[in-house]
């Protein structure tokens, strides 16, 4: 194959993108084209435009997710399942003045850690929440999830979500915009370009709502899981497109006035 | 009696199916078989290995630490597991992915390109067997013929297309394992 | 040099999910079949000299493996 | 009937549907997932329910629900999940309802690892909840031994109204071994006398494990510690190897017991004089056949995968009658056959003295200054 | 006191309401004149009605209305503080064919018991929940529930709720009426005998959700609790209507198509 | 500082107050709940976080969270509520940060009621999480041991980075006595060199209980083992009234050993030579001293609020080198003094057999035929 | 018997939480302060002889203490 | 040297805070002292009861089976609680609302109707003091003068209008105790 030549010389080449400070060196074991990556990406480079690396707290879920805080070049902590807002509650109290984000699937934080997200919202807690939602357990090897779609085929929904006994796909952001204590809650998805950036926005105002204090933020971010769906990388990002944003409508479901106003 | 067989790879090489096929090849025949899988860590990526014991007596420990016999899919199984066959043992590595020899003078040593093999029979998927094939002509305790009947008898039957292409596969790589130390 | 943008490819990241290659606006990406990286994936490279630099790769890149480059025009003085 | 190559996880699952099994509530875990995979699978083909619950906490209080009705119940968990169920299990032996709990036991404490350990025996045995009771707990140690303890399991849940934990841990869950299954019981129709399902044309019927009144209280606690004390008497589990002229004894209950199998046959053909205990039923806890061994025995060894936690209940079994040895491997390391037999060998050639403290010796050795 | 002559004969006399069969004949524990009392006896005079009772199976809470099941003349389990809706699954699931209600208290449902009232609902369980919210933590004494109104003073807000720390009122209705699994959510007040005719004819559409197989059905009842609150039994339903109402907006949340055509 | 009356639960309160707490957080259940209560009016005057948690689950975590950053934190609860602590604390062990952890016991298992009972000994002990680990228990028997023991609790905590337990029964919690309680201790400012807090100016810190590779967590799960080794070294606590010229002993914690003590004192006065050892420390446990006792007395009497879960500490300590009774009241029953006292009577006219096994006979008595 | 309706309040359940009383909308019930029920409460009883039946007594009792009755006008036989 | 009180009544009746009248008078006369309440089911209504235990040395068991003292404020305290006190011991009960005399012959007993007297003082809520005073006449370790002290030191500063009432209730009672057997 032939690769492009390199510029002769690099000094008339100005720098539009590199690999963020607010993310370590070291590479994932997420699986090629996981959506969760980028979602790393996004709230790293936001860390670093607001100058917040050296305040942040960032809480890994267990979930893929688990060994976040290996590739966050901030300081982190490994929560029980479902139970990261709980923890981030507990930092953010003591340490009021930190940035405190917790990265939740949607098997930790829409089935187990039910609870405690609704009440971390309920409360206001300043606390910004990054919510990937593939529709799916991916860790421990493709399971249905609350966010799994009717009929979707998973390991223990072997003949696909049988809503009249497994229920019905939970939508977060709708639920949670109930709470007074939100301030932002949006849904956004990560299968192009284009939403991508977008859901990097989102994310910025998700930090935004908390250092402004103005209470309870979350991003939920519609990721792929190529490997427990059987997908290609390309057809993940596609299937989300086709299947998940028309289950999972896209959309700011709670704004606080405050943030209205903000251009980001 | 008892013969412990460490298949080692890396995740999607179909070391854990090569694995139950020797075991299902075991049971049948009467013997006392345990298959261990070292299941990884709860994410992706990374190697697959696990062990196949077969006995005439009840098993004790499901895993050893120096096994007679290894099966290495890949260079890094041979660098890890080579120094842990036992003298005298069985080594069957595949040369595709291998960038060095296998050095112990104590232990037979086949190896075979594997991948090179499969790819040539049409399917890359199939290294695993062609590597099995090669393993049957030095195994003490199972037979060529009664791995291919394992694979027939317990192959879930909407696979049961791919059976001749296995088949295949074992044949030729029986039939291309060269002894080389 | 004749494109308006360049990109660098890290190869201990990368891990060959072909994502910035399906998304380049001007197809200047490809998969390097004949390479592995250090984690065994062929790993994606600029195959030709058209990028504009226009980020889409990077933006999608989930293992932020690419570093991008804009060419700037040499600057012209205002004359006050 | 036929013997089938099964791993430990599935051939558990197919055990209990056999056994009649009315109702599976459970929630993933490594390294017990394909237990509740293959019930998502299998039980509604059998027409029966299953359900994923939303959390651990949720799986254990729709037990606790169906084993009410008097229907044979189980879940399925590892170590976190074991910690989230603690308050559910221990509503159900206060309510006095039977159930069958399995824990694939996994690397810990907290997240630790999905590695199989046997680090969750004594929060099973001593404080799967809060307050007075005691559950049963099985340890198989080969994948035939799981389905059979299984089927065991809901009858002795059922005789003394109680939990019934088996502990695999995760080498027993995750290997594949031929097992004979057994024949499929029927579906038990008749409900007990105590379960509630509707007062149709009899009084209505409580469950609870309320009791205001501590007089009330202390009576039930006071059944329930004696229907324990006859499972004490009833339903102690063990096997021997080697031991009738064994000199020394290694003790291990599960994998750790069948690695130590090993290590006595190759410490044998050296010509050392040495058996094994392997504890099936880790309460009721051997307590009697321990103590008898350790009369004749010049010295104990015990292999675990944990800090010495069963450690601490031979001693107690042995009351200083012979002196004894540890060895442990933790976090998910299983021992080889070959360490084992190393400590065999020392164990023969330099006997511990009666005062020596296993734990501590053991623990410099892992951990050398 | 001259008490009223009793009537000279009775045959002339039609019974016009006596105690329900639903109900024993045990005195409650409750205090004078709270309505816990009320909300018993609406859901056994629905249950005479619909003739349920030798089919209901009911499910008592951790709080005060922990005995329950010695009140209601049916077979009655005790569940784990906030678990009723797990252990009503797991009967419901086991015995289709029977009517499985819970009732539970506003600690109960709505803060540890929040994870599984959400999944219920989601599921589409087919329960019957009645929710008492009185705004407090009645059994354990009179702290804060997720459901007490800002600057209310309890034993654990003595300086009265404040939102900044002790977050938002949580409105249950709302949220749940958001769950695609759920038939039938309405809110309703004890706090006068009109209002009281209204929560009887929720709770018994409530049921018949249940009966028709249409999943999840939950009324909230705002109820009082005199005792905690330190004031007469008629001054707490002065504070239902004047303080309650508006934070807790009556109203039917969510009711499926086949119960708004039925008449009950 | 001048004596004050004072509830046990609110004197635990202000002791942790005084001693540096800058968080609590808890959740409602009797009966502990003047605790929180107390909490919910100090740490505000104080400018400290105090949080009413959804749950014991959340309550646990937010611990959890705050002890990540250094911070003197506690929760408290009651048996239901440990035990769905129980993951939570097996996370704070497993990620080696210090917790102080209240446990006002009460009637179980399941809703029991919320009489005073010590029924959490084993669970408490051994089973408060899952994996390996062992928390350092400490059970006061006063107002004023509970005032000092929370005092100790937060150093210990420290200084062996792990979860330290102070468990009341439910009476402690509830009496009032006169306290002196410590001055305030000011708040710690800095932090210790583990602690997360942003990482300004230095490499990023990361704390977990995950070790996905076993031989690390191996290495970690030694490590938790080598400080307990040191705090079993160190950190034994015990008291002990009239065993100078002993010829019985009685055994018991908490309010147990508080009714002992007037029977003993009764005991004395009738002539009968009996003391009472008090083990304070429950874990590490008092093993050494009850094995000196158990060499000479004629024998024990193990006294306890629940079904003979120290018990069988006891017998473990002293190996079957003295007979022994059992004497236990359960479901939040409180034995009397004059219960008691009947018991060292029949101690001492009818010493019990070496082989006696003290719960069968103290069922047999309890639940007659 | 002059009234429409009669109420009888059960005194073993009755509370005394003067809620019937204050719901009555015809005034016909009191608290009786002379007399104790077994669980020590003033309980409430009928007072005047002008009870309508209207149930709203028994509506509100959170006790179910209270049984209501309506007097029937006696039937007359429609002849047909 | 040790006195126990066991005082029970009603809920409502003043109960526990009689007793804690009692246990600070005792700390501030330096014994030690435990105040032990029956804390009830998490539930309304029912009986109060608390032990108050005043000693000169480290107290033991918080509870007795057999007090010194009973304080009855209610018939059925009186009922359950009479035939434990200890022979030799002091009853003090509440004639408002007993249905019977002191029935034990071997204690000292004193009756008064408490409820009546504080009616009569124009604060139906002081009957527990009224009894307090009557108690104080034949308690050997405080005088009323140590418990009127102990209500004065430990009372809340925004309740101390209440202590003059409170005074009298003590006084009264003292002055009406009669002894019955
Ligand atoms: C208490 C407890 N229960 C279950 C598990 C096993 N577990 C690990 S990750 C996971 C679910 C992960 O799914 P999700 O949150 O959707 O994250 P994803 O992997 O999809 O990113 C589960 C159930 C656990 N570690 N702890
Ligand atoms: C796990 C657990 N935590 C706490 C408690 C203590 N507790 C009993 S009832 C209750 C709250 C009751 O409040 P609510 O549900 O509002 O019912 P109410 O009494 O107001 O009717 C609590 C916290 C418990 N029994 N179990
Ligand atoms: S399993 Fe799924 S979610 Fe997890 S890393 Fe792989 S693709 Fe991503
Ligand atoms: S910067 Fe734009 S044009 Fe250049 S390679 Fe990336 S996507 Fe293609
Ligand atoms: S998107 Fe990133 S990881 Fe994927 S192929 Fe391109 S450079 Fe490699
Ligand atoms: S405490 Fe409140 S809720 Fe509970 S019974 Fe009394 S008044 Fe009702
Ligand atoms: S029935 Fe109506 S009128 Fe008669 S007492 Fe009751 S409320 Fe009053
Ligand atoms: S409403 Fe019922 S309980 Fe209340 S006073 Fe009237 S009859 Fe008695
Ligand atoms: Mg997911
Ligand atoms: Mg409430």
């Given at each position: 194959?032939?690769?492009?030549?390199?510029?002769k010389?690099?000094?008339?080449?100005?720098?539009?993108?590199?690999?963020?400070?607010s993310?370590?060196?070291?590479?994932?074991?997420?699986?090629?084209?996981?959506?969760?990556?980028?979602?790393?990406?996004?709230?790293?480079?936001?860390?670093?435009?607001m100058?917040?690396?050296?305040k942040?707290?960032?809480?890994?879920p267990?979930g893929?997710?688990?060994?976040?805080?290996?590739?966050?070049?901030?300081?982190?902590?490994?929560?029980?399942?479902?139970?990261?807002?709980?923890?981030?509650?507990?930092?953010?109290?003591?340490?009021?003045?930190?940035?405190?984000?917790t990265?939740?699937?949607?098997?930790?934080?829409?089935?187990?850690?039910m609870?405690?997200?609704?009440?971390?919202?309920?409360?206001?807690?300043?606390?910004?929440?990054?919510?990937?939602?593939?529709?799916?357990?991916?860790?421990?090897?493709?399971?249905?999830?609350?966010t799994t779609?009717?009929?979707?085929?998973?390991?223990?929904?072997?003949?696909?979500?049988?809503?009249?006994?497994?229920?019905?796909?939970?939508?977060?952001?709708?639920?949670?915009?109930?709470?007074?204590?939100?301030?932002?809650?949006?849904?956004?998805?990560?299968?192009?370009?284009n939403?991508?950036?977008?859901?990097?926005?989102?994310?910025?105002?998700?930090?935004?709502?908390?250092?402004?204090?103005?209470?309870?933020?979350m991003?939920?971010?519609?990721?792929?899981?190529?490997t427990?769906?059987?997908?290609?990388?390309?057809?993940?990002m596609?299937?989300?497109?086709?299947?998940?944003?028309?289950?999972?409508?896209?959309?700011?479901?709670?704004?606080?006035?405050?943030?209205?106003?903000?251009?980001? | 009696?008892?013969?412990?067989?460490?298949?080692?790879?890396?995740g999607g090489?179909?070391v854990?199916f090569?694995?139950?096929?020797?075991?299902?090849?075991?049971?049948?025949?009467?013997?006392?078989?345990?298959?261990?899988?070292?299941?990884?860590p709860?994410?992706?990526?990374?190697?697959?290995n696990?062990?196949?014991?077969?006995?005439?007596?009840?098993?004790?420990?499901?895993?050893?630490?120096?096994?007679?016999?290894?099966?290495?899919?890949n260079?890094?199984?041979l660098?890890?597991?080579?120094?842990?066959?036992?003298?005298?043992?069985?080594?069957?590595?595949?040369?595709?992915?291998?960038?060095?020899?296998?050095?112990?003078?104590?232990?037979t040593?086949?190896?075979?390109?594997?991948?090179?093999?499969?790819?040539?029979?049409?399917?890359?998927?199939?290294?695993?067997?062609?590597?099995?094939?090669?393993?049957?002509?030095?195994?003490?305790?199972?037979?060529?013929?009664?791995?291919?009947?394992?694979?027939?008898?317990?192959?879930?039957?909407?696979?049961?297309?791919?059976?001749?292409?296995?088949?295949?596969?074992?044949?030729?790589?029986?039939?291309?394992?060269?002894?080389?130390? | 040099?004749a494109a308006?943008?360049?990109?660098?490819?890290?190869?201990?990241?990368?891990?060959?999910?072909?994502?910035?290659?399906?998304?380049?606006?001007v197809?200047v990406?490809?998969?390097?079949?004949?390479r592995?990286?250090?984690?065994?994936?062929?790993?994606?490279?600029?195959?030709?000299?058209?990028?504009?630099?226009?980020?889409?790769?990077?933006?999608v890149?989930?293992?932020?493996?690419?570093?991008?480059?804009?060419?700037?025009?040499?600057?012209?003085?205002?004359?006050? | 009937?036929?013997?089938?190559?099964?791993?430990?996880?599935?051939?558990?699952?197919?055990?209990?549907?056999?056994?009649?099994?009315?109702?599976?509530?459970?929630?993933p875990?490594?390294?017990?997932?394909?237990?509740?995979e293959?019930m998502a699978?299998?039980?509604?083909?059998?027409?029966?329910?299953?359900?994923?619950?939303?959390?651990?906490?949720a799986?254990?209080?729709?037990?606790?629900?169906?084993?009410?009705?008097?229907?044979?119940?189980?879940?399925?968990?590892?170590?976190?999940g074991?910690?989230l169920?603690?308050?559910?299990?221990?509503?159900?032996?206060?309510?006095?309802?039977?159930?069958?709990?399995?824990?694939?036991?996994?690397?810990?404490?907290?997240?630790?690892?999905?590695?199989?350990?046997?680090?969750?025996y004594?929060?099973?045995?001593?404080?799967?909840?809060?307050?007075?009771?005691?559950?049963?707990?099985?340890?198989?140690?080969?994948?035939?031994?799981?389905?059979?303890?299984?089927?065991?399991?809901?009858?002795?849940?059922?005789?003394?109204?109680?939990?019934?934990?088996?502990v695999?841990?995760?080498?027993i869950?995750?290997?594949?071994?031929?097992?004979?299954?057994?024949?499929p019981r029927?579906?038990?129709?008749?409900?007990?006398?105590?379960?509630?399902?509707?007062?149709?044309?009899r009084?209505?019927?409580?469950?609870?494990?309320?009791?205001?009144?501590?007089e009330?209280e202390?009576?039930?606690?006071?059944?329930?510690?004696?229907?324990?004390?006859?499972?004490?008497?009833?339903?102690v589990?063990?096997?021997?190897?080697y031991?009738?002229?064994?000199?020394?004894?290694v003790?291990?209950?599960?994998?750790?017991?069948?690695?130590?199998?090993?290590?006595?046959?190759?410490?044998?053909?050296?010509?050392?004089?040495v058996?094994?205990?392997?504890?099936?039923?880790?309460?009721?806890?051997?307590?009697?056949?321990?103590?008898?061994?350790?009369?004749?025995?010049?010295?104990?060894?015990?292999?675990?995968?944990?800090g010495?936690?069963?450690?601490?209940?031979?001693q107690?079994?042995?009351q200083?009658?012979?002196?004894?040895?540890?060895?442990?491997?933790?976090?998910?390391?299983?021992?080889?056959?070959?360490?084992?037999?190393?400590?065999?060998r020392?164990?023969?050639?330099?006997?511990?003295?009666p005062?020596?403290?296993?734990?501590?010796?053991?623990?410099?050795?892992?951990m050398?200054?």
């Open positions: 194959m032939t690769v492009a030549a390199p510029p010389t690099k000094h008339n080449l100005k720098l539009i993108y590199q690999k963020p400070e993310l370590t060196d070291s590479p994932t074991h997420y699986c090629p084209g996981c959506t969760h990556g980028v979602a790393h990406r996004l709230v790293a480079e936001v860390l670093d435009e100058g917040l690396r050296e942040a707290i960032g809480i890994a267990v893929c997710a688990v060994l976040a805080y290996e590739y966050f070049n901030i300081d982190g902590v490994e929560a029980a399942h479902g139970r990261a807002p709980a923890m981030a509650t507990g930092i953010k109290r003591v340490l009021p003045d930190r940035v405190v984000f990265y939740q699937g949607d098997g930790d934080l829409a089935s187990i850690g609870a405690e997200i609704l009440h971390a919202a309920g409360r206001g807690e300043r606390i910004t929440v990054i919510f990937i939602n593939n529709a799916i357990y991916g860790m421990t090897g493709g399971q249905m999830a609350p779609l009717p009929e979707q085929v998973t390991t223990s929904s072997p003949r696909g979500r049988d809503v009249a006994t497994q229920g019905f796909p939970i939508r977060m952001s709708e639920i949670l915009a109930q709470m007074d204590g939100a301030a932002y809650v949006v849904r956004r998805s990560l299968h192009d370009p939403n991508i950036r977008k859901a990097k926005k989102a994310i910025r105002l998700a930090f935004e709502a908390q250092v402004r204090g103005l209470g309870f933020a991003v939920e971010l519609l990721s792929t899981c190529p427990n769906w059987g997908m290609t990388p390309i057809e993940a596609n299937w989300v497109r086709d299947h998940m944003v028309p289950a999972f409508p896209l959309g700011d479901y709670k704004v606080a006035p405050e943030l209205q106003k903000l251009r980001v | 009696m008892q013969t412990e067989i460490l298949i080692a790879g890396f090489q179909g854990l090569a694995g139950q096929v020797l075991a299902y090849a075991a049971m049948d025949a009467g013997y006392e078989v345990t298959w261990f899988p070292s299941y990884g709860e994410m992706r990526g990374g190697t697959a696990c062990t196949v014991i077969i006995a005439d007596e009840e098993i004790g420990s499901p895993l050893v630490a120096h096994p007679k016999v290894l099966m290495a899919l260079a890094p199984s660098d890890r597991f080579e120094p842990q066959v036992q003298p005298e043992g069985l080594i069957v590595a595949n040369a595709s992915l291998l960038s060095r020899p296998v050095e112990r003078q104590d232990v040593a086949i190896t075979l390109k594997a991948n090179h093999i499969a790819e040539e029979l049409g399917d890359r998927r199939m290294a695993n067997m062609v590597m099995l094939g090669a393993l049957s002509t030095h195994l003490p305790v199972l037979t060529l013929e009664q791995i291919k009947a394992a694979l027939r008898d317990h192959l879930p039957k909407r696979k049961h297309h791919l059976l001749e292409a296995n088949y295949r596969a074992l044949d030729t790589g029986a039939a291309r394992a060269r002894i080389v130390a | 040099m308006k943008g360049w990109v660098e490819i890290d190869e201990t990241l990368c891990k060959g999910c072909e994502l910035c290659v399906n998304y380049c606006p197809g990406l490809a998969m390097d079949t004949e592995l990286t250090p984690q065994g994936y062929h790993p994606a490279a600029l195959v030709e000299d058209a990028c504009t630099g226009c980020n889409i790769c990077a933006v890149c989930p293992e932020a493996a690419i570093t991008v480059y804009r060419a700037v025009k040499p600057r012209v003085r205002a004359t006050a | 009937m036929p013997r089938e190559l099964m791993k430990g996880n599935v051939a558990m699952a197919e055990a209990a549907i056999r056994a009649g099994l009315e109702a599976y509530f459970g929630y875990i490594t390294p017990q997932s394909e237990l509740l293959h699978k299998r039980m509604p083909e059998e027409g029966r329910a299953f359900l994923q619950a939303e959390s651990e906490v799986a254990i209080n729709m037990v606790y629900g169906a084993a009410c009705t008097g229907a044979r119940v189980m879940t399925s968990t590892s170590g976190p074991i910690s169920m603690a308050e559910g299990i221990s509503y159900i032996a206060g309510t006095e309802v039977p159930a069958v709990i399995v824990d694939v036991m996994r690397g810990g404490p907290g997240l630790g690892n999905i590695a199989p350990s046997q680090g969750d004594r929060q099973v045995i001593h404080g799967a909840g809060h307050g007075d009771f005691f559950p049963i707990v099985l340890a198989p140690a080969s994948v035939q031994e799981a389905v059979d303890l299984i089927g065991e399991a809901f009858d002795i849940a059922e005789k003394y109204r109680t939990v019934v934990f088996v695999a841990d995760g080498s869950g995750q290997m594949m071994e031929p097992v004979e299954l057994p024949e029927p579906l038990r129709r008749e409900r007990p006398d105590w379960a509630v399902s509707g007062a149709a044309g009084p209505h019927r409580t469950l609870t494990s309320l009791y205001l009144k501590p009330v202390e009576r039930i606690n006071l059944r329930i510690l004696k229907r324990w004390q006859e499972a004490e008497a009833n339903e589990r063990y096997r021997e190897y031991l009738d002229d064994a000199e020394f004894v003790l291990g209950f599960g994998t750790a017991g069948r690695v130590a199998l090993s290590a006595v046959r190759a410490a044998r053909e050296e010509g050392i004089r058996g094994l205990f392997r504890p099936v039923s880790l309460r009721p806890f051997p307590y009697q056949a321990i103590r008898d061994l350790a009369q004749r025995a010049k010295a104990f060894l015990v292999v675990e995968m944990n010495g936690q069963m450690l601490e209940d031979v107690a079994a042995a200083g009658q012979v002196p004894m040895r540890f060895y442990g491997r933790m976090g998910g390391m299983v021992p080889f056959p070959d360490e084992v037999l190393e400590e065999i020392t164990l023969a050639a330099d006997p511990p003295t005062t020596e403290n296993p734990r501590a010796r053991w623990l410099a050795h892992m050398p200054a």
